[in-house]
């Protein structure tokens, strides 16, 4: 299953609303999860099963989605968010777990 | 707190074998499943594999002949082994728990990842 996010990378302030796509080449049901990685860290878990925020997790960020598309939305951009943003897909009639391409999010 | 810590040589000659420790702390081993995920430079990430609490193992197709993966239980310890390694796997390493599930061969998201650790193939 291919995971193809978009855009591959987004320029935006702190306080915009950002929303980050992730569309799988078939259907995933909601086994989706989004992660944070910021420059030489390893990626941050932020949402498991399309729209289940992880533990700790800011509540600014949200998922949503089932089937082949699905969103990442963080509700005001804060200086801490600017990163690298990848959906993983985990549905267990694949073949295998993937990854989208990521989506980098830079300030404006 | 669950913490993971990967531990390995940093550079690996053409054609040898890889091999690289997590050692967990803050959870057993045994009552959980983990898993390996690599990252070569300024490149996305890409899923190696799970090895299960019972030592079962589910592997990347595109890595499974060179993969083996196992379990020390005494030292609270799982492993990655790749075989015949070439520039391409130049990579950061990274060993993970994965969640949200218990059953075996089943796919599971990540929460609690290692730092990782920088692996280059070169002679």
């Known amino acids: 299953i291919q995971m193809t996010q978009s855009p591959p990378t987004l320029s935006a302030a702190v306080g915009d609303r950002v929303t980050i796509t992730c569309r799988a080449s078939?259907?995933?049901?909601?086994?989706l999860a989004w992660y944070q990685q910021k420059a030489g860290k390893a990626p941050k878990l932020l949402i498991y099963d399309a729209s289940s925020l992880g533990s700790g997790v800011p509540s600014r960020f949200s998922g949503s989605g089932s089937g082949t598309e699905f969103t990442l939305t963080i509700s005001s951009l804060q200086p801490d968010d600017f990163a690298t943003y990848y959906c993983?897909?985990?549905?267990?009639?694949?073949?295998?777990?993937?990854f989208g391409g990521g989506t980098k999010v830079e300030i404006k | 707190q669950v913490h993971l810590q990967e531990s390995g040589p940093g550079l690996v000659k053409p054609s040898e074998t890889l091999s690289l420790t997590c050692t967990v702390s803050?959870?057993?081993?045994?009552?959980?499943?983990w898993g390996w995920v690599r990252q070569p430079p300024g490149k996305g990430l890409e899923w190696i594999g799970f090895?299960?609490?019972?030592?079962?193992?589910n592997f990347n197709p595109s890595l499974s002949r060179r993969v083996s993966m196992s379990l020390d239980t005494s030292k609270n310890q799982f492993s990655l082994t790749l075989t015949g390694v070439t520039a391409a796997d130049t990579a950061i390493y990274y060993c993970?728990?994965?969640?949200?599930?218990?059953?075996?061969?089943?796919?599971?998201?990540?929460?609690?990842w290692g730092q990782g650790t920088t692996v280059t193939v070169s002679s």
């Open positions: 090895i299960y609490n019972s030592g079962t193992t």
């Open positions: 078939e259907t995933i049901d909601n086994w």
């Open positions: 993983q897909q985990y549905n267990s009639y694949s073949p295998k777990i993937t």
């Open positions: 993970a728990r994965a969640q949200g599930g218990t059953q075996v061969f089943y796919f599971y998201y990540m929460d609690v």
């Open positions: 803050g959870d057993s081993i045994t009552s959980a499943f």
